[in-house]
Every structure is written in structure tokens, then in C-alpha cells.
């Protein structure tokens, strides 16, 4: 008896040091991403940082302007997003309501591999193979450009919608859809007026899900972007907020060095966000039910 | 448990011993051999200050000299040319390091050259351009010149390769050529070897990269008729080069760990190292 209140006792212990660890992790990069992130901005100025459009970190007379790669990083998530989130959502739909089941057993491991390829390789079959393609069939001398990075991003992003959004839908009650079927729906009526809409907010939770892993993607990134701080453009070379820090981090020193700190900062901020979406998201999905 | 802490103390302890006496049995047996020569075993630090671009062969020359040194500490602290001269003058670091020629208004100083940095253009093997002037590469670098056969290549686009701000490798080709903070690039890649490949795969690039890193997958063109290798860097034929100096102040009283760092940084065993560290050594 004793002895299991001590092993209790202590487990407790042990489970509570675990938690910490996680937490206190979150604590000290918060932390230290504002001490080392904050100085550079005000040295530069909130508004010539945030707003200035030009990136000249070793330039005689440096610029540190960022919002190149705040845009470049806002249109090529979205222009993933709006590719990726398609193909993933009728994917979803596809393993959940249409697939026989052995095809959906083939289809759902390959979903999951796709997830488990490391970026690196993504960057590099989208340098290989994806940018000579692009630069090909839209005439350019130079294949490496927001395109190419939007097109690898849509299909890093395909696991996270599509694992999530199949969950979302195997998780309608069975007797909605039945209803809408007995009311004389067709099959594919009641998926997209019945099925998604039930599903709705497990959707976007995969969504934003995606939204994230496509905002921090760095390696696949700078593989295909060409790294040049140009404002974007579909077709020419980009510089997302990940690849900015990257880049340049390894020979840098004094402002600069700070500098790509506090674009870190502005990014750690975006996915702050990003999480922030995600909770408010799943507790709604929590409190609908 | 326990045991286990103890066998890892055990074996951190004996291993503070064998290191102590290695270190022991390494210090004295030179300070007895060069006694006699009439030198001391080297103490002391040696600040090194300057040039980003040197960052790789004052690393390696610094490892090496002081794994037969375990006295002496050089430290390098990398501000830049500019700074690195500055430091020199003012005293605050012992070698001033800098990856230009002293101007004519910085006076009182002695630049020593330990190393020659020389930087390959390079296009891709399908390319009919085999020799451009300083001045045709100039303008493919700063955009002036956004067609091959505006120097004599075929009609197609020309595509600037380069590396990142701050690579030592950009600073040196951007200086040489008088293209700073002008260059326009299609792609800016944090490798000499991505460079290669991006060059490779794309038949209307140029880039530029360290002369030792080229391999025949890309073609090196010649700069106004001299070829890239190490004798025309070393003759100073080969156009796109740039000296590593050293910069002491002139009359200044230098400690004989610095002496002996600048005699090792010229001495004919530092030509490998310089060489592994990518750069090109003085000619014998």
C-alpha cells in the first residue's frame, strides 16, 4: 500500500517535470526571440522595417526593409492554400465517402508517405525537376520563382489537409447523412451540402493546419525560390521570411545578424497566430458538439 | 545507478588526466628543443580583426598554429576590411585583416599578404562564350547587359547566379569587378557547390565561384584572354583576384606569439592549409 502512494507520488512527479520541460521550452524561445529579435527593430524603426521594401543587409549603407518577405511569405502561403486546399478537400472526401475501400487502403499510405518525405527532398526533385519545368513552359530564363515555390508548398501541404479533413468526415453522425439521402438527395448532394458543411470546422482546422506548415517551410523553399529580396511576383526570384533568416545567417554579423533575428521574430509572431487560429478553431469544433 | 555515475566520473577523470599530461608533455618538449635555439614557449594571444572573406583561411591557419602552440589563443573577430584596418591603426587588435590593398590615406601601416583570392567566372558548358573583359562581366553582373549576344553569345537571356550577402565569395567578385550593392540577380544561393549545379542546369547562367571549387561540369571562362588557375593568380595575370593581407601597425611593438603567427601564416607548411582553405598561396 505504502509503496504504491510513493510510486503514485513519484509519477506524479516525473509527468509534472515532463510538462514542464515542454512548456518552460516554449517559455525561454519566446523569450529569447523577443530579447534578441526586439533591439534590431528599434535600431532600424518599427515602420522602416516593417514596411521598407528594399533588403540590402551589406550594402555601404544598409537596408533593412522586410515587407518583400512578408508578402512574398503571405502570397505564396496563400497561393498554396488556394492549390492545395482543393486537391486535399476532394481527396478527403474521396477516402472518407467515395472510395471503395480497398482503393482508399492503397490511396490513404501514400498520403501518409507524402507527409513523411523530408523537406529537403521536396526541394530538391523541385529544383531537379520542377524548375527547369516551369522555366520551360512559361518561356523564362530563370525557372526559380514564387511559381515554383507555390506549386512544391500546395503539395507539402496535401497530408495535413487531407488527414485531417478525412478525419473530420468520418466523424459526421452517419444519420445525417441518411436523411439527406432518404430525402431524396443524390450521393454527391448530400456530400457537398450535408457531409462538408458538418464537417466545416475539422476542414479548416486541416486548412490552417496546412497554412502553417507552409508559413515555416524553409529547406524545400530556398531549394526553389531563387533567394533574391525582389518584391514578389509570380515569376521571379523570391525570398520567403524562412529563407531570408537562412540564407544569410552564417557569415552575418552586428545589425545584420540582429536584423535576421527579428525577421525570425515577425515570423514566430505569424505562427503564433497561425496556433492561435487553430485553438480558437478546434474549441469551436468542441463546443459545437 | 550509482554505479553507472561512478564508471562516468571514473572515466571523465582519468580522461583529465591524460589530457593534462599530454598537454604537459607537448609544452615542454618544444620549449626544450627551441631553448636552445633561443626562443620561449609561445604564450599570449594574438587578436585578429577584420575581413569576412578571410573568415576560412584564419580559421584554419589559426586551428593549425595553435595545435603546435597550445599556449598562444587567436582570436578573430570578423567586422570587415574597413574595420579590420581600423583596428590595426588604433591598436585594438594585433593583425588587421583585410581582403584589399591599403588605400593611399590609410598610412602607417604594413599590409603583409599571406594569401590570393581568386574567383572563377563561370557559364555553362553549353555557352559559346569563352572570354569576357572585366568590363563585359560588369555589365552581365549589374544588368546593363541582359542579352548573351550583346557580348558576343547567342540570343538569349542572361541569368546572374550569385551567393548571399555577406559570403566572402560575393564581397571578393563584387569588389574586384566594381559591381558592390549593384549586382542584379536572378538567384542568390548559399553555396559555391549550388552555384555549380544552378550554373550547370541552366544553359544562359553565370556565376562566380571560389577557383578551387571548380569542377568540369561548368565551364570557366578566360578573363581577357588569361585562363583561371593558380600560376595566373599567382603571376597576377588572372584579372579577377584580390590579395588576403595582414596589416600591422608600422613600429609597433609586437608580442612573439604575433611574430611567430605572421612568420607561420608565410611559412611554406601554411601553403596547404591555405589551399584547403580554399584561397591560393603566395608563389614560392
Known sequence: ?289 | MKKLIAIVLTAAMAATLLAGCGGAASSSAPSAGSSAAGQAALSGKVATNGSTSMEKVIGALAEAFMMENGGVDVTYDPTGSGAGITAATEGTADIGLSSRGLKDSETGLTAITVALDGIAIIVNNNNPIADLTVEQIKGLANGEVTNWKEVGGKDAPVVMIGREAGSGTRDGFESIIDVKDSCKYAQELTATGAIIAAVAANENAIGYASLSAVDDTVKAITVEGVEASETTVQDGSYKVQRPFNFVVKEGAEQSAAVKAFIEFAESKEAADIIIAAGAVPLAK
Open chain 1, 1 to 289: 500500500m505504502k509503496i504504491k502512494t510513493v510510486t503514485e507520488k513519484v509519477m506524479n512527479t516525473v509527468f509534472f517535470a515532463c510538462g514542464i520541460v515542454a512548456i518552460a521550452c516554449v517559455v525561454i524561445i519566446t523569450g529569447y526571440m523577443l530579447y534578441a529579435g526586439l533591439p534590431a527593430i528599434f535600431k532600424i524603426g518599427p515602420a522602416k522595417f516593417l514596411f521598407g521594401t528594399e533588403w540590402a543587409s551589406t550594402a555601404a549603407e544598409p537596408k533593412f526593409g522586410i515587407l518583400p518577405f512578408i508578402l512574398t511569405s503571405v502570397y505564396g502561403t496563400a497561393g498554396a492554400t488556394l492549390i492545395g486546399v482543393p486537391i486535399g478537400l476532394l481527396t478527403a472526401v474521396f477516402l472518407s465517402k467515395v472510395a471503395p475501400k480497398k482503393l482508399a487502403n492503397a490511396v490513404r499510405p501514400a498520403v501518409e508517405l507524402l507527409a513523411g518525405i523530408p523537406s529537403v527532398v521536396y526541394g530538391l526533385i523541385g529544383m531537379m525537376v520542377l524548375v527547369p519545368f516551369v522555366a520551360k513552359t512559361f518561356n523564362l530564363a530563370n525557372g526559380t520563382s514564387l511559381f515554383a515555390a507555390i506549386l512544391v508548398l500546395a503539395v507539402m501541404i496535401l497530408p495535413s489537409i487531407i488527414n485531417v479533413s478525412e478525419t473530420a468526415l468520418n466523424a459526421v453522425p452517419p444519420e445525417y447523412e441518411e436523411a439527406s439521402l432518404a430525402l431524396g438527395a443524390t450521393k454527391m448532394e448530400t456530400i457537398f451540402k450535408v457531409s462538408i458543411p458538418a464537417a466545416k470546422s475539422g476542414i479548416a482546422a486541416g486548412v490552417v493546419l496546412g497554412i502553417g506548415r507552409a508559413i515555416g517551410e524553409a529547406m524545400a523553399v530556398m531549394m526553389v525560390a531563387g533567394n533574391v529580396a525582389n518584391m514578389p511576383e509570380l515569376f521571379t526570384s523570391v525570398t520567403f521570411l524562412t529563407t531570408a533568416v537562412s540564407k544569410e545567417m552564417s557569415y552575418s554579423a552586428g545589425l545584420q545578424r540582429e536584423a535576421l533575428f527579428s525577421i525570425a521574430l515577425v515570423l514566430f509572431c505569424f505562427i503564433m497566430l497561425i496556433n492561435f487560429l487553430l485553438n480558437a478553431l478546434l474549441k469551436h469544433k468542441k463546443g459545437g458538439r
